[in-house]
Nanobody, 118 residues
Framework: QVHVAESGGGLVQAGGSLRLSCAASGRTFSSYAMGWFRQAPGKEREFVAT????????RYADSVKGRFTISRDNAKNTVYLQMNSLKPEDTAVYYC???????????WGQGTRVTVSS
């Protein structure tokens, strides 16, 4: 089983930046990709970005393309989400999770809260 821990959230003004981290531990060799998701108050959790461990292939939600960048450090088993040009609508709790090849995202972390003030 893979365990993840998110960090790096906080309060930032619109237009600002934050970098989130997701540290994975446990059976990380079984993980194929890591993803970031977010859940705003009163809304469903939504996909933000994903990256594969092996070759770094990435995919983003349309709402964050060009503003957010996902990256990984295989040596540290850590995935990052660099968030630039933040908007109030980016306010949410951000979660990361891993998945095996062909599998669903599981082993969710506790999340880290991001608040963007206008």
């Amino acid at each position: 089983q893979v365990h993840v821990a998110e960090s790096g959230g906080g309060l930032v003004q619109a237009g600002g930046s934050l970098r989130l981290s997701c540290a994975a531990s446990g059976r990380t060799f079984s993980s194929y990709a890591m993803g970031w998701f977010r859940q705003a108050p009163g809304k469903e959790r939504e996909f933000v970005a994903t990256i594969t461990w092996s070759n770094g292939n990435t995919r983003y939600a349309d709402s964050v393309k060009g503003r957010f960048t996902i990256s990984r450090d295989n040596a540290k088993n850590t995935v990052y989400l660099q968030m630039n040009s933040l908007k109030p609508e980016d306010t949410a709790v951000y979660y990361c999770a891993g998945r095996t090849f062909g599998g669903s995202y599981t082993n969710w972390g506790q999340g880290t809260r991001v608040t963007v003030s206008s």
